[in-house]
């Protein structure tokens, strides 16, 4: 691992408990304006949209757009299948920045700030710069630099996205390591020559989580969560 | 300037003096390898070639090429120019990535680290994102995120880069300071809507200054420096 110069991490799920968040962020937003709605629901709904809505973009079914503006496509699809009325364009707007306000988990400040002494830390995240910017800010998260989709107009697990970062950082594959809970995102950025870090994020999906509550192939480090691989990589 | 969000900064000359690094660099690799050169002459050289070689890629005449290695292709020219001989492909790297290694301005980091509490900050510099990086680790420069020519394929003063850094923060132009210590670039960045902000750095270029003494235009924002731009913009 001593070649390792960078590490760019996942960010929804990886850094920040997007679930958790957004639940308390809708249902805050209701009890202030009186709405009562199924925001459990509609904030599993918005993530099981996630995936198909990027896989259209890689597919080439959909030119490049942005994940706020596919967040935005759902979520106008969601509130009204969710029977959610009396919004206005500003409620919208401010509801699809929820993804701008999510809330790390406990250890992911406090490891980044570790690894940021050491490493070059950077997002490596389907979120657009402008929403892993404003989460940084807004949550204290230290990065270095926002490596994002948007800059390489390819979503993940697309190659263009590892190798992207690494030619930004200035760097060969092989001195950047991946960091995520999500053994999907660790197998691509494998194949591209990326070094790999696995922590599992047990509670990501709440009930419905069916998969990563283990690393599934030997990944270069397998640590317990950010504080933990700050340790392991000598941090 | 209540609707500015975010300001970003012109680098070189703005930030970090980039005569007085790379002369103190490259001396005293001289000095300890034994190499008696006019690295100061060299250094002048080398910078007088920078707008004409990036004139180059914006013109068409050559394809995007990052600044690191339009820098590369210019030193090349200089040891042969210079007479300087012995040196290994490894010591031309290392003497390019003086421009890695250049040091702030006395006001800078702490100036951008007032700022940084209530804006977003990130640099908008005809520098790649590698070398603004580890210019950024190296300095303790607190950006935010780094806007680079690279990531729009385009070098200042095309609007692609004022305009592009302004979309990929989730801002209008409007909301977006551009702070350098150079008349034009803010003078390019004005005619795309962004605000703007001048602080002189009159020993930039030492005896061959030539220009940017003093404000050219009735800019947003006169300063002394950026101590002085945190003070005017609330910080």
Not at 26 to 44: E, K, N, P, S
Request: aromatic share 8%.
């Amino acid at each position: 691992m001593s070649t390792v110069k960078a590490i760019i991490f996942d960010t929804f799920g990886t850094v920040v408990d997007w679930r958790t968040s957004l639940i308390d962020d809708l249902t805050a937003f209701g009890t202030a304006r009186g709405i009562t709605a199924d925001w459990v629901g509609l904030v599993d709904a918005w993530r099981a949209n996630y995936a198909p809505s990027m896989d259209r973009v890689r597919k080439g079914e959909q030119p490049w757009t942005k994940l706020d503006d596919l967040h935005r496509t759902t979520l106008d699809q969601l509130v009204v299948q969710f029977g959610v009325t009396g919004l206005s364009e500003a409620d919208l707007d401010h509801l699809n920045r929820g993804w701008h306000r999510l809330k790390p988990w406990p250890d992911a400040v406090p490891g980044l700030t570790r690894l940021k002494a050491k490493y070059i830390i950077a997002p490596m995240s389907n979120g657009n710069v402008s929403l892993l910017l404003n989460m940084a800010k807004n949550a204290g998260i230290p990065w270095d630099m926002i490596c994002a989709a948007e800059l390489f107009r390819h979503y993940k697990p697309d190659p263009e996205t590892y190798l992207g970062a690494a030619s930004l950082l200035g760097l060969a594959p092989s001195e950047v390591m991946m960091a995520a809970a999500h053994n999907g995102d660790l197998a691509a950025a494998r194949t591209c020559g990326l070094k790999t870090a696995f922590f599992p994020r047990p509670s990501e999906y709440g009930p419905h989580q069916k998969r990563d509550f283990a690393a599934d192939q030997a990944w270069d480090v397998v640590a317990a969560d950010i504080e933990d691989l700050a340790a392991r990589m000598g941090c």
